[in-house]
């Protein structure tokens, strides 16, 4: 049986509860324009997992391919590989045109410098290194519905393993104000100045890591040979990156520290100051949230990891830790060896702190824990905290495990969210491309999309509302703002073929075919069910 809500009903639940969500005025007025009066909610249709090399949807939705890996976006750019994180920043006056920024987080060498086996060239090693970072790109939608990329706009541009990034910081990094390239960028934000925050995640497997104490510098998990040919300390990168995407310019901010960020989720306070959450995605690695001392400021602030046992955030300021000032040598030394800093002051080992979201309606902020495989954690959850009086510069919050993966929820290790314009949580399943189909993970089969609806019948149920390729992920789910047209990148299909005439995808051309990763635009009559 389906349940109806009447649109005015579900619009004023939306007003009513909203806390510290900027867009919600025109968010309401775009949906006045954009759905019929008598829209009512129905029940929302799923899928049933699938191991099939293709995107599968649920009833009412359907999907473009808007742009994949190598497509030109100008005369001299291409898009880069293995797309994660999108963000579409509309024009202020079409918020049907604007500027889509897409993070491109790792290379597969086979595909992308065709590299199998034995030395790798130094053009080969730049070819990896173009194919990181990031994609500016200028999309319009048609009258049709249809989004469309417009190929050589100005603003198209490419921030790659080469681009020179300042560090946002009075004093040096290794040596340097500035870091060569942008890598691992795997999810991120917008601030409400609207730039882009990109977050550097798996840095270590392409400068390696350095240990503190010794000074020795570890390039065995520097897998990609990149440091036969450059020498760039791995202390400059796993920051968060800001990113204009009107200019192109950027910078890295060391005041929200150095690990494998997923994400950095950003809350403007109702004085200007900022908050930004960030985990740091590794098997008992932290949560963490910086809080800044003046409006708009990511230099300015103070850096908290997160106690969850006894809900609170524990300061990372040198000058107030004395244990910090027994092991570091300065504040900068304890951001840049963020994860030995955490430890000593308490914060509290996670399950891969993936990435997080603040839910527009109750404010409580969503952490997905992807797993934790050494201590028997396959499939995850979704964690809530609660900040004391909803307030996000507090210093005391509740947590809670909001969803648990596993065989009766229907998923297995959360990863990206996004919540839609009504409040509907939508969130992405990660299960590695060796792990899926198989073992504990066979029933789950390929990875996919879910959505928790808010209200109605279904308030609360996990329905599955796609299916992704063979060995891919979804990754970077992100609304526009009238909630009509879901971006969602493609990543990593088939990255488990043995070589070219052994592919495990296709996708998505299809018959022989390289995979190539890709942004998706989907759209259709069941996100309009879903929030109208
Ligand atoms: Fe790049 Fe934690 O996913
Ligand atoms: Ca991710
Ligand atoms: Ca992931």
Redesign the pocket.
Known sequence: MSQSIPRRTFLEFLGAGTIGFALAPSLLSACREAVPNDQTISKILGIKPSSEDQVILAPGLDYQVLVSWNDPINQQDRFGFNN?YTAFIPDPDNPRAGLLWVNH?YVHPMFVSQYTEGEKTREQVDEEMYHVGGSIVRIQQEEDGQWVLVEGAPENRRINGHTMLPFNWPETIQGSTEAMGTL?N??GGVTPWGTILTCE??YDQFYGERNLETGEWDRSMAHLGWTNFYNNPPEHYGWVVEIDPKTGKGQKHVALGRC?H?CATMHQLADGRVVVYTGD?ANDECLYKFISSKPGSLAEGTLYVANIEEGRWISLNWEEQTILQEHFQSQTEVLTYLRKAARLVGGSQLD?P?DIEIDPITGDVLVAL?NNKPKENYFGSILKLSEAKGQHDALLFQADTYLAGGAETGFACP?NMAFDPAGNLWFTS?MSGSAMNQGVYASFKNNGLFVVPRSGEQAGEVIQMASAPSDAEF?GPFFVADGQTLFLSVQHPGETSKDLRNLSSHWPLGGSEMPRPSVIAIRGATLDTLWG
Do not use: L, V
């Open positions: 994660d987080e691992a795997c999810s995640e798996n494998s997923e995605d891969r993936e992807t990863d990660d990754t």
